[in-house]
């Protein structure tokens, strides 16, 4: 803590605990605010400008960060011990986190963006997967992420600190309607595929016949129950990876990494 900076707030400051509420879904949607948790998440929302209303820190940790936070101008404020475990949700705290407006945009304003790559995510109920699964998108150059109606929120703790600091680069559509979303990537000209184990192609044969260079939207499913019938058929084709060892399957996020990868190894042969 620099001097002047006056003294360390606890957990029954007001401030602090207002943020502590967000950790519940209720409180988040209600204030549509969510805490982003650690320096490459904070980084990041610093980074692009995505609305960061407070900088919670540990003396004397994160000096790039509060710099970074009070040139754009975002409060910032010191806290104790007790207090940061509050706002943390992990066993070790990293010492700082953001309080941030939601990011997350209509569906309508993500795909008038002429996207070339998307993830579309159906009932994943799994932070950590949705998270990984969103980072994976966003390292393979997606431009949107939908989390369809029924999958978990993108503001889970657990989810953002997944993306490590992915949330905030592509665009994210929540609660989206997963018809509606693929009715209109298929009249963007976007072609939709279900990565689904029973797909009639296989991932190489997209490849090898070049379709995979269109512009793509993959449907990934459940983590236990994969994409019901009906969601898959709304799908251009259903992929399934071919398995080449005795494996039964992929998890869904590895399956999701080899379908997002093989299309942006495509976009840019």
Known sequence: ????????????????????RLTSRKHRDAERLFL???????????????????LFVSPERHGDLVAAARDAGVPVSYVDATAMAG??????????????????VPAVE??????????????????????????????????AVVFGAGSVDPYNGKCVRATAGSLFHPAVVRGGDLPGVVGALRAGGVRVLAADGAGETDLDAELDAGRLAAPTAWLFGNEARGLPAEVAALADARVRIPIHGGAESLNLAAAAAVCLYASARAQRA
């Open 110 to 143: 993500a795909l008038a963006r002429a996207p070339r790559l998307v993830a579309v995510l159906y009932e994943i109920n799994d932070p950590g997967n949705a998270g990984t699964v969103l980072r994976t998108a966003d390292a393979a150059g997606a431009s």
């Open 36 to 54: 982003a948790e650690g320096p490459q998440a904070v980084r990041e929302a610093l980074a692009t400008g995505a609305g960061v209303r407070t």
């Open 87 to 104: 706002l943390s949700e992990t066993v070790t705290p990293p010492g700082v986190v953001a309080v941030c407006q939601f990011i997350d």
């Open 1 to 20: 803590m620099r001097p002047g900076d006056g003294p360390l707030h606890t957990e029954r400051t007001p401030r602090v605990a207002a943020a502590r």
